[in-house]
């Protein structure tokens, strides 16, 4: 699945979630049930959190969903129905009518009850849910401030250099690609690691990091590995502003990371040390000095 850049992280899971259910129940399509049983896999979501509010699970509307249509062999993916793909779209328009950078879980919700669009509006009924009480839940969730992490609004927010966009990205990939519930320090620490075009890779390298090992303990989940990124990225404005420079660079993300303790603890996971990763990043600028 290709990860669009204005879908929050939790948003780019569901979608690939639909993706994989229509596949793997065989079904003809994908329609808007595959996305709201997507949207409830995606665990920490604002979207899931509203369905599990009215008791739906996913073992229970798997259940439903899986008998609502025909099984067909195919080749090829399922492709999205006319149903599925006008949802999309009015998620769009919902998050632009709130004044939002991103789309969110909560706004596929609103696009695919506002007109009662495809067959998750009949997996409801069947559920004893109406769209209704769902979009009021929905606009509760938005109007006491809850949002959902999006590389567009860190865009919006920051000026990124093109490398540092694509760190990002790749970050955000591997998250999406392991169904992990938020892009975290390993992922972020692995997409540094693989840009090759900067020297991020390199510093990685001689500071001790070991590649197959940060595999490794990212495909288990290792608790140092999994905090957010959100807090990294503003420490990272920060020290560009403070180093004089007009955009963030990969170099800044990976100074950050080293800087910030739960950084520090990633890297000694994987037989880093944030120090000597520090010193090298000397040879690039004149960093401020690492906290005690």
Request: glycine share 6%.
């Amino acid at each position: 699945m290709t990860l669009s850049q204005r879908y929050s992280h939790h948003a780019n899971r569901a979608l690939s979630h639909a993706q994989t259910l229509a596949d793997g129940f065989q079904h003809p399509y994908q329609d808007t049930g595959h996305l709201l049983l997507g949207v409830l896999l995606a665990e920490g979501s604002i979207g899931a959190q509203v369905l599990s509010d009215f008791g739906l699970t996913v073992a229970l509307v798997g259940v439903y969903l899986k008998r609502m249509m025909e099984r067909v062999e195919r080749d090829t993916p399922a492709p999205p129905s006319p149903s599925f793909l006008l949802a999309l779209q009015q998620a769009e328009e919902e998050s632009d009518w709130l004044g939002q950078h991103y789309i969110g879980t909560e706004h596929l919700i609103l696009g695919f009850t506002r007109n009662n669009v495809g067959n998750a509006i009949d997996l409801l009924r069947l559920l004893d849910v109406t769209a209704e009480q769902v979009r009021r839940r929905v606009r509760r969730a938005i109007s006491d401030g809850q949002r959902e992490f999006s590389l567009e609004t860190i865009r919006a927010n920051a000026r990124l250099s093109e490398v540092a966009r694509r760190v990002l990205n790749s970050a955000e990939a591997l998250a999406v690609e392991q169904s992990h519930p938020n892009v975290s320090f390993g992922h972020l620490l692995l997409a540094l690691a693989q840009e090759s075009r900067v020297a991020t890779a390199a510093i990685l390298r001689q500071g001790g990091l070991d590649v197959e090992r940060l595999r490794s303990a990212l495909a288990h989940q290792h608790p140092s590995l999994m905090p957010s990124i959100e807090p990294l990225l503003e420490e990272a404005v920060n020290l560009a502003e403070k180093l004089g420079s007009h955009y963030v660079g990969a170099d800044h993300l990976l100074l950050a990371l080293a800087m910030l303790p739960v950084g520090q603890a990633a890297l000694t996971t994987c037989g880093a040390a944030a120090d000597k990763v520090y010193r090298l990043l000397n040879r690039t600028f004149n960093p401020p000095p690492l906290p005690e």
